[in-house]
């Protein structure tokens, strides 16, 4: 039988290493411990992240390989950018952290019962959006409601996915692309977006091997980045913007 390591509470920065993580299932590494900031931020900054339903203990991952999209390689479609100069929404960044992280909780999902949102993980991730590592993108439609967004965390140039939620069809895209556009002017390297999904594969992320993502965390996570609450530049046409070269189209 193979036991996974406990974590002890007073020790938010000891954990195993990313290579004893489980095959079956994937990435699991340790249990136990809490959810303080500071042992999130130890976690992500090892490529170690929380994920566990009510009623289990806190379980760590770190699967292999690792799902990241790199800023340059993100597929802006068409379609898409019809949708962010149409539909006339409006996307914001930490306006509304609390409503953000608790329309992820309920978004219904494909063979989930529940959610793995717990009322533990949403104060932890609040006290992170306090403390300035945790964001949110909020989209707006023309009558103020809010019907999409997404929040994670960034440390350093390197941002964390976590969840996403759409409540009319393409809102959580528009505001992923607009932060994607933002990140890459403001220097990240990578956005973690954790486990393999067709949806992520269709805006350009890609697996890469566990290692090699950790190594990336290694610098981007050192390089300094943006302080405090985030805010949209609206002097950056999303709609024009070139993910391949990091400019944006001339306006026709």
């Given at each position: 039988m193979?036991e996974?390591p406990?974590l002890?509470p ?7 290493p990313?290579?004893q ?11 136990g411990?809490?959810l303080?900031?500071?042992?999130l931020?130890?976690a ?15 379980l760590?991952?770190s699967?292999?390989?690792r ?9 802006l479609?068409r ?6 100069r149409n539909r006339?929404w409006?996307?914001?960044f ?7 992280i608790?329309?992820c909780a ?11 949102i717990t ?19 909020e989209v707006?439609?023309p009558d ?7 929040y994670g965390v960034?440390?350093g140039?390197?941002f ?6 759409s409540?009319v ?6 505001g992923?692309?607009?932060?994607v ?10 956005i973690?977006?954790q ?6 594969a269709?805006?350009g992320a890609?697996?890469i091997p566990r290692r090699?993502?950790?190594e990336l965390l290694?610098?981007?996570?050192e ?8 805010q949209?530049?609206?002097a950056?046409p ?6 391949e070269?990091?400019e944006?189209?001339?306006?026709q």
């Amino acid at each position: 039988m193979i036991e996974i390591p406990w974590l002890l509470p007073l020790r938010p920065d000891d954990f195993p290493p990313l290579e004893q993580a489980l095959d079956d299932p994937n990435g699991l590494l340790a249990m136990g411990g809490d959810l303080s900031i500071n042992r999130l931020l130890a976690a992500y900054r090892r490529g170690i992240f929380p994920w566990f339903e009510e009623g289990q203990p806190i379980l760590w991952w770190s699967p292999d390989p690792r799902m990241v999209l790199f800023p340059a390689e993100f597929r802006l479609h068409r379609s898409l950018r019809k949708v962010l100069r149409n539909r006339g929404w409006e996307i914001r960044f930490d306006t509304n952290f609390q409503a953000v992280i608790e329309a992820c909780a309920e978004q219904p999902r494909p063979g989930q019962s529940g959610t793995w949102i717990t009322d533990d993980m949403q104060r932890a991730y609040h006290m992170l959006h306090l403390a300035g590592h945790a964001h949110s993108v909020e989209v707006y439609d023309p009558d103020h409601r809010l019907i999409g967004g997404l929040y994670g965390v960034a440390i350093g140039r390197a941002f964390f996915g976590e969840s996403m939620f759409s409540r009319v069809p393409d809102a959580s895209k528009a505001g992923f692309a607009t932060l994607v556009c933002h990140l890459q002017q403001w220097g990240f390297g990578l956005i973690d977006c954790q486990m393999e999904t067709e949806h992520l594969a269709s805006l350009g992320a890609r697996a890469i091997p566990r290692r090699d993502f950790a190594e990336l965390l290694d610098h981007y996570c050192e390089l300094p980045g943006p302080e405090g609450r985030w805010q949209v530049d609206p002097a950056l046409p999303v709609d024009r913007w070139l993910p391949e070269h990091g400019e944006f189209r001339a306006r026709q």
